[in-house]
């Protein structure tokens, strides 16, 4: 089981670049989620699906998007890249009864804008 | 804002010594977890505890649940070099939306 994939691992863009950060898990988890790490604010969330084709807003949405054509992937796309969203971005995911037995994460995408 | 607030915000302590960390939360909560993150990586889930209880044990972690206060606090006992990382309180105040709090950095010293 590959669990959750973060593809990539590190990415540097300019200014008004865009670009899509992908997250797949082959583990049949209804519940996937976006959250940005940054030095000393913790994890915020940025969007969750629920299911294929449901998709809502957490706490820091803007700037994102997102859709959930399939179970298995859930794409977080960069319109307009900021310096403000240099940050480190994490995909989490889970069974919707299992939200109570813990998100598995991805490893992680260090993003860097300049 | 932040739903959960960890206290400390780092912690140093020598191996085989107990760590205790705190989480305070602003509303009702279903339930409360605790997450560790390593250096660089995920966050991985330790442990979980439902809103009508009042602790957990797994291993070397003592969970407890106090909803009056609206706070909970993971004990590690007889700490390792290897349980140096960040742990983090996840709480699901809002349903569907879990959200973390800013965490606590333990370093336990060999």
């Known amino acids: 089981n590959a669990g959750v994939t973060q593809t990539p691992k590190f990415q540097v863009l300019k200014t008004g670049q865009s670009m899509t950060l992908q997250c797949a898990q082959d583990?049949?988890?209804?519940?996937m989620s976006w959250y940005r790490q940054d030095p000393g604010m913790g994890l915020r969330l940025i969007h969750y699906?629920?299911?294929?084709?449901?998709?809502d807003q957490g706490e820091v949405p803007n700037g994102y998007n997102v859709s959930r054509s399939t179970t298995e992937d859930f794409p977080l796309r960069l319109l307009s890249a900021a310096p403000s969203q240099t940050s480190v971005y994490f995909c989490?995911?889970?069974?919707?009864?299992?939200?109570?037995?813990?998100?598995?994460f991805g490893s992680g995408t260090r993003l860097t804008v300049v | 804002s932040q739903q959960g607030e960890e206290d400390p915000q780092a912690l140093s302590i020598q191996e085989g010594e107990n760590a205790t960390m705190n989480c305070s939360y602003k509303?009702?909560?279903?339930?409360l977890q605790w997450y560790r993150q390593n250096s660089g990586r995920g966050l991985v889930h330790l442990i979980l505890?439902?809103?009508?209880?009042r602790e957990k044990h797994s291993g070397r972690l003592r969970v407890t649940l106090d909803t009056s206060k609206k706070s909970s606090s993971l004990l590690i006992t007889a700490s390792r070099a290897a349980d140096t990382a960040s742990y983090f309180c996840?709480?699901?105040?809002?349903?569907?939306?879990?959200?973390f709090g800013t965490g606590t950095s333990l370093t336990v010293i060999p």
């Open positions: 989490a995911s889970s069974y919707l009864q299992g939200l109570i037995y813990g998100y598995t």
């Open positions: 505890i439902r809103s009508n209880e």
């Open positions: 699906s629920v299911g294929a084709g449901i998709t």
């Open positions: 996840a709480t699901d105040a809002r349903g569907n939306q879990f959200y």
């Open positions: 509303t009702s909560i279903n339930n």
């Open positions: 583990m049949n988890h209804e519940y």
